[in-house]
């Protein structure tokens, strides 16, 4: 995909605040910590469009970016060891919910995962939920700069094991070395119906 303009819309916590339904949009999600916001800058070739943060928790709104005036990417807060207050996760679960449930223009959502972590009961219910309505998800393993290739392949599979899906199912994916980016978007431009042109 060739990145043309990607720009920040609004943050919303209720459906009254989202944009107008009107273009396809992509959702990112993921436990806190796992480089969601350095996937979404690395595929936009942006630095800081999306801010990161050592600190978990850091994403507390649903934000919306246009790209390309074409489609959107939405960037959902992570779940779990979130250093925020309990009340402010409580807030998360139905706020997230309430987009994935009334949004008709959200075509498919990102789930990302660190590959270095076994997925856990979040991540498997997670999935369960988007497939019981419909919603195309796209399983992405980061930081595999982290680890050996050798062992980047045993995760992978250990994963997929967990996860009960196909190991090709799963894509490898570097912020550092930009590994897995074009996998990214070719499993993205499937879902909104855009092709886009390669850098």
Do not use: H
């Not at 350095?38 to 999306?50: A, F, G, H, M, Q």
């Not at 779940?79 to 498919?108: C, D, N």
């Amino acid at each position: 995909m060739k990145i043309k303009s990607a720009e920040f819309i609004t943050s919303a916590v209720k459906p009254t605040q989202y944009p107008p339904p009107v273009l396809p949009e992509i959702a990112f999600s993921g436990r806190s910590n796992v480089g969601k916001s350095s996937l979404i800058n690395t595929l936009l070739n942006r630095k800081r469009l999306v801010k990161t943060s050592s600190t978990p928790g850091r994403t507390q709104l649903i934000n919306f970016f246009l790209i390309n005036s074409a489609f959107c990417f939405v960037d959902l807060p992570g779940y779990g060891y979130a250093r925020v207050p309990a009340s402010v996760q409580k807030k998360w679960g139905p706020m997230v919910e309430t987009y994935f449930l009334i949004r008709e223009t959200l075509k498919g959502v990102v789930l990302i995962m660190d590959v270095r972590r076994t997925p856990g009961m979040e991540e498997l219910e997670f999935i369960a939920w988007l497939s019981s309505f419909g919603i195309p998800p796209i399983l992405v393993l980061t930081k595999i700069d982290k680890l050996s290739k050798t062992k980047q392949i045993k995760q992978k599979i250990t994963i997929a094991e967990t996860l009960n899906v196909d190991k090709d199912n799963l894509i490898l994916f570097s912020a550092k070395t930009g590994r897995g980016k074009n996998d990214v978007w070719n499993a993205v431009e499937k879902l909104i119906g855009i092709k886009g042109l390669r850098d």
